[in-house]
């Protein structure tokens, strides 16, 4: 979107992966501060450490002090000196509306926001308490609501942005013990998809862009197993923090990964009976069995 670039490979000590630094000519990352919820670890982490490499000014909203702190300290040791940490629960309405006031403040408006943050509980449908049904939906995908009104009115104004939501495969098929999970992240695809025609409407140089991971080995779903690795492999999180990368430069919509489950969405033309032969078949529907997650 913002013409050509020339990018030199710095990777920092102990993260892995291609980092770039822009050695001359703009991109569309360089300059732009970018707000990356939930990025004190995990994706969220990684894809804010690639921004700060492009160029990007970031800020990183967590709960986690410090996880906080270190992802700060290791996006400055890249020679930016430019990122900032707020301790933000995306889940706390008021909170983020006043957190976003003082990032702006700090940084100017935001071009670039990805809802990252997610949590996940990993029980069967009746196992789940009240509360962590309250909280997936808290996080996963209310909160989509408060950050993006939060910065959008900037983002309008100057016709200019890009919002990203983090969803998720599940967000694409439903899947055993995820009832919850599963939910929040259909909404967080419908609200990305609603978004987007509206910004269409009324100002088109706001792009979104939805990414829907299968499982990544972040920790977050430690346990998780694959009945055939090589159709649906559990991907690496820096192949996932570079395919959101590469979404935001190139204005991908929609990013969905591995290639397989982009056979969910005509696969839906079938009877229901056969959808979910093939679900089984591919052990789907397994593929939670020995969740251990974070605990
Ligand atoms: N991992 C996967 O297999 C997978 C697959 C598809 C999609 N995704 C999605 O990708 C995103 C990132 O996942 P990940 O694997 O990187 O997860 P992760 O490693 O658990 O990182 C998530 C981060 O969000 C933080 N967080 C949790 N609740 C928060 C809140 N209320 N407000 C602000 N920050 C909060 C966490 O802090 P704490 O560590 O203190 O809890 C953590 O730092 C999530 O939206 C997830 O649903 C993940």
């Not at 706001?206 to 499982?215: A, D, E, H």
């Not at 972040?218 to 820096?238: C, H, N, S, W, Y």
């Not at 089984?280 to 020995?290: H, P």
Request: glycine letters at 10%.
């Amino acid at each position: 979107m913002f013409g050509c670039k020339q990018f030199a490979d710095v990777a920092p000590p102990g993260v892995p992966g291609r980092f770039y630094v822009a050695t001359h000519g703009m991109s569309q990352i360089a300059g732009r501060h970018i707000v990356v919820t939930g990025g004190a670890s995990g994706i969220g982490r990684l894809v804010a450490l690639k921004l700060a490499g492009l160029g990007g000014k970031v800020t990183v909203w967590d709960i986690n002090p410090e996880g906080l702190d270190r992802v700060v300290t290791e996006i400055n040791a890249l020679g930016k000196e430019t990122a900032r940490g707020h301790l933000c629960d995306v889940s706390q309405r008021a909170q983020v509306y006043r957190i976003a006031t003082e990032t702006a403040a700090a940084l100017g408006p935001v071009d670039i926001l990805i809802n990252n943050a997610g949590i996940v509980s990993g029980r069967r449908f009746l196992e789940l308490a009240d509360e962590k049904i309250e909280a997936s939906f808290a996080i996963n995908t209310l909160a989509l609501f408060w950050t993006t009104k939060a910065f959008l009115p900037a983002m309008i104004e100057r016709n200019l942005g890009h919002v990203v939501t983090i969803a998720s495969a599940a967000g694409l098929i439903g899947v055993a013990k995820l009832t919850d999970y599963s939910a929040s992240k259909w909404a967080a695809v419908g609200f990305d998809e609603s978004l987007r025609a509206e910004l269409r409407q009324v100002a088109p140089g706001v792009r979104t862009s939805v990414i829907c991971p299968f499982y990544i080995d972040t920790g977050m779903f430690r346990g998780v197993k694959t009945r055939f690795p090589a159709l649906l492999p559990i991907l690496q999180e820096d192949y996932v923090a570079t395919r959101i990368v590469d979404a935001i430069e190139h204005d991908r919509q929609r990013v969905i990964m591995p290639w397989l489950v982009y056979v969910v969405a005509p696969m839906r033309a079938l009877p229901v009976r056969f959808f979910d032969w093939v679900a089984r078949f591919l052990g789907v529907n397994a593929t939670m069995d020995d969740f251990i997650g974070r605990r």
